[in-house]
Antibody
């Protein structure tokens, strides 16, 4: 059974940092592009970042460039999102998903709240 | 503001056929595949249609997708109460170098 389990969310003050993790199992993690997608409360889906199978290519939505860093560890079947200089508008449920635009599997999401 | 445009809401009665539209541009739908995701209340999104009109294993054939030019649509036939959900279209955007989602359509089964 495919599982993607996110962790690391929580309450953080504006300007602060958080590191999200996503543990994958049940599929060949190293064969897939991986993505982070977020959903602000009551809003739609927004792609945040993705990373190639070997980590050699990474892409970001403009609003997080220079603040967020996506990475992966294929030996640990894990995906990460380092989030710095957080803003109120980054408040959302963050999902990890397998794929780049065809997102076959999704985690249950982790809530990030940026507030003072 | 989403680059892909969907109607915010749609509705139908059980057994009816409903369609949801998704409008884009030459840099996304016009030159790339379209994907549809279903998000049931309180759950994570799920891939419903890939590569314009393909269904993943387990998705009923009541769901179908189509694309023409810079627009796409999702059709749901034989509407059931469990189809009540938010539906999102998505496509790669060559200008953004990333995928973009539509704003989502909330489907209500009356």
């Amino acid at each position: 059974e495919v599982q993607l389990v996110e962790s690391g969310g929580g309450l953080v003050q504006p300007g602060g940092s958080l590191r999200l993790s996503c543990a994958a199992s049940g599929f060949t993690f190293s064969s897939y592009w991986m993505s982070w997608v977020r959903q602000a409360p009551g809003k739609g889906l927004e792609w945040v970042a993705n990373i190639k199978q070997d980590g050699s290519e990474k892409y970001y939505v403009d609003s997080v460039k220079g603040r967020f860093t996506i990475s992966r560890d294929n030996a640990k079947n894990s995906l990460y999102l380092q989030m710095n200089s957080l803003r109120a508008e980054d408040t959302a449920v963050y999902y990890c998903a397998s794929g780049d635009v065809q997102l076959d599997y999704w985690g249950q999401g982790t809530l990030v709240t940026v507030s003072s | 503001q989403s680059v892909l445009t969907q109607p915010p809401s749609a509705s139908g009665t059980p057994g009816q056929r409903v369609t949801i539209s998704c409008s884009g541009s030459s840099s996304n739908i016009g030159s790339n595949y379209v994907y549809w995701y279903q998000q049931l209340p309180g759950t994570a999104p799920k891939l419903l249609i890939y590569r314009n009109n393909q269904r993943p294993s387990g998705v009923p054939d009541r769901f179908s997708g189509s694309k023409s030019g810079t627009s796409a649509s999702l059709a749901i036939s034989g509407l059931r109460s469990e189809d009540e959900a938010d539906y999102y279209c998505a496509a790669w955007d060559d200008s953004l170098s990333g995928p973009i989602f539509g704003g989502g359509t909330k489907l209500t089964v009356l």
